[in-house]
């Protein structure tokens, strides 16, 4: 499956973006779908993750409450609402996908988008 992220920019702390994933891929509703973030010189981060049919979702410790995923499985997009940014949330984002339960280890993902930087300023 193919997946192409997009909608990030640089924003101000306390502003909100909305990043869309979408995927190529016709079953996109078998597909447990994460998103990961990435800052310079640290370590790829999980941020989220939504099972195929929504249903069940997670979210890292330092995202609750602030981030919500979702998903249309019509669309074949995945999208993470990110509000009440902080400078610390600066990264890229990466999109992710992977066939079977869902997990918070990048390893464990198969499938990856290209990225999309998130800047926020103090």
């Keep these: 499956v ?3 992220a997009s909608g990030g920019g640089l924003v101000q702390a306390g502003d909100s973006l909305r990043l869309s994933c979408a ?8 597909y447990n779908m994460a998103w990961f ?6 370590e790829r981060e ?14 890292a410790d330092s995202v ?8 249309d499985n019509a669309k074949n997009t995945v999208y ?10 600066t990264a890229v984002y990466y999109c992710a996908a992977r066939v079977g339960y869902t997990r918070t280890y990048a390893g464990d ?10 800047t926020v300023s103090s």
């Design 46 to 59: 999980f941020v989220g993750t939504i099972s195929g049919n929504g249903g069940w979702i997670y979210y």
């Design 23 to 30: 995927a190529s891929e016709r079953t996109f509703s078998s």
């Design 37 to 42: 973030r990435q800052a310079p010189g640290k």
């Design 2 to 4: 193919q997946l192409q």
């Design 80 to 89: 993470l609402q990110m509000n009440s940014l902080k400078p610390e949330d």
């Design 64 to 71: 609750k409450g602030r981030f919500t995923i979702s998903r």
């Design 109 to 118: 993902y198969e499938y990856w988008g290209q990225g999309t930087q998130v």
